[in-house]
């Protein structure tokens, strides 16, 4: 395979030296925001948004400006409702080569969003320090090895090929976890490495993804760093009919009362707006 090298790209790894910059923002003893950036043409949220990379590396620096801590950068939209065309490795690196050298360069720590093992690779050796594999390591059999030999850590998302109304989505979420990990472990990841998240919206219908944040305190039995991604998603059209970018204010419930139950990382879109609610929300919860 062709390897795509950004201009200026830095064969620096996120583990050398100091200590892992999630690590340190998981003591911060605040919820850590993760800002969304998608290079892509048809992302379900902000679909041909920021696809032009001058848009893009904006878009990123106001997300930092705005409270991000991390910035998760996907090239491949996952179109959790389905329709996602699949894009291929070197497809995607070509989206990511003109954007990623910029991102990497506004100070906070990147996360790469993918599914493929070479694509996480490329982005990890080029600075990014967290892996984001929505089919928690399930999907592309290198991913694991890929991900232990840089020591990064990586977001474990919970995800099927189909919903299936009829399952109790919990145990699933739970089982998928359990393979994850057992993966994880032969691969040679540490397991404080390794964030969980329900995957909102993936293989769940819209019932199924709010029991899933109703029910997220449960997961907290595996003693990880739990991250929600439940911005702009499609349960809260069930709930209150919005089009995706009119979707702010289910985000920020969802997220806030993510929080609440414990999970550590919110991902959303909306960073200044999640930024303030969780400020005042946390003000309130300080003055009880
Ligand atoms: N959701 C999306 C993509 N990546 N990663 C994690 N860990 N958790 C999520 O909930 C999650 C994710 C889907 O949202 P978006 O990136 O806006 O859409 P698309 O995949 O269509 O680009």
Redesign the pocket.
Known sequence: MSQVHPPGFKATRATDGAQQPLARLLTLGRPVVMG?L?V?P??????GHFFDPERAIAHARQLVAEGADIL?I?AE????YGG?VAVSADEEMRRLAPILPAVLDLGIPVSI?TMKASVAAWALDAGAAIA?D?WGLQRDPDMAREVAARGVPV?V?HNREAADPAIDIMADIAAFFSRSLAMAERAGIARDRIVL?P????GKTPEQSIIALARLAELKSFGLPL?V?A??KRFIDLVSPAPPDRRVGGSIASHLIAVASGAAIV?V?DVAETVQALRVAAAIEGAK
């Open positions: 969304v998608n892509t048809d992302s379900f949220s902000d679909g998760d996907g939209s996952t179109r959790p996602a969003d984001n929505v977001i998302m998240d995957g909102i919206g993936f991250l991604g911005s702009r991902r879109h």
